[in-house]
């Protein structure tokens, strides 16, 4: 079974960098099916997708965050990690890892449990 | 605003059927075929329970049950039961990237 794991700091300071990594088990990150993906929760608030990276290097982000968003992949540690610039309160959330099916489903198919991330002085 | 609109809340009785619609306000969703759903209890993480609008994943009981018409996609949930109380949310392609609606709080009565 498939399972993904998020890890990061709980707390950042404004204008500094969100940094977190989800570690993937049970199968491997090297899929050319798959995507690897980051999604958001504010508290009280509805999902966010940020962004999406393939194996092969390939990303995809959310226009409203592309400048400020980057994500990565480290194949030999079955690793994906996302880095968030230049953050503000706004940005405090449930950051969640996931891994986003292509073919034959397609969507988000299995979730990390989340890691609250409060972005305060 | 997101660019997926859907209703706050819905509420139904335990037996009774329900459904929660996703109308799609960005051209970017194009033919708005590739609408998944997922269901969130707080403090959960979400779970798939439908893809490619009316695609339902191993697993997820037949009670549950996509369509759309037009640029709105709906999710029917019959003979609905005390945990299928979560909030709700659809989300589409969008081109490059991925949109979720705002989501739909369902309360069992």
């Known amino acids: 079974q498939l399972q993904l794991q998020e890890s990061g700091p709980g707390l950042v300071k404004p204008s500094e960098t969100l940094s977190l990594t989800c570690t993937v088990s049970?199968?491997?990150?090297?899929?050319?099916?798959?995507?690897w993906t980051w999604i958001r929760q504010p508290p009280g608030k509805g999902l966010e997708w940020i962004g999406n990276?393939?194996?092969?290097?390939?990303?995809y982000y959310h226009p409203s965050l592309k400048s400020r968003v980057t994500i990565s992949v480290d194949r030999s540690k079955n690793q994906f990690s996302l880095k968030l610039n230049t953050v503000t309160a706004a940005d405090t959330a449930v950051y969640y890892c996931?891994?986003?099916?292509?073919?034959?489903?397609?969507?988000?198919?299995?979730w990390g449990q989340g890691t609250l991330v409060a972005v305060s002085s | 605003q997101s660019d997926l609109t859907q209703p706050r809340s819905v509420s139904g009785s335990p037996g009774q059927s329900v459904t929660i619609s996703c109308s799609a306000t960005?051209?970017?969703?194009?033919?708005?075929?590739?609408v998944s759903w997922y269901q969130h209890h707080p403090g959960q993480a979400p779970k798939f329970m439908i893809y490619?609008?009316?695609k339902r994943p191993s697993g997820v009981p037949d009670r549950f049950s996509g369509s759309k018409s037009g640029n709105t996609a709906s999710l029917t949930i019959s003979g609905l039961q005390a945990d299928d109380e979560a909030d709700y949310y659809c989300?589409?392609?969008?081109?490059?990237?991925?949109?979720f609606g705002g989501g739909t709080k369902l309360t069992v009565l």
């Open positions: 996931v891994r986003q099916g292509w073919s034959p489903l397609r969507g988000f198919l299995y």
């Open positions: 049970g199968g491997s990150i090297s899929s050319d099916d798959d995507w």
């Open positions: 990276i393939h194996y092969s290097g390939t990303t």
């Open positions: 960005t051209s970017d969703v194009g033919a708005f075929n590739y």
């Open positions: 490619d609008v009316t």
């Open positions: 989300c589409s392609h969008a081109g490059s990237y991925w949109v």
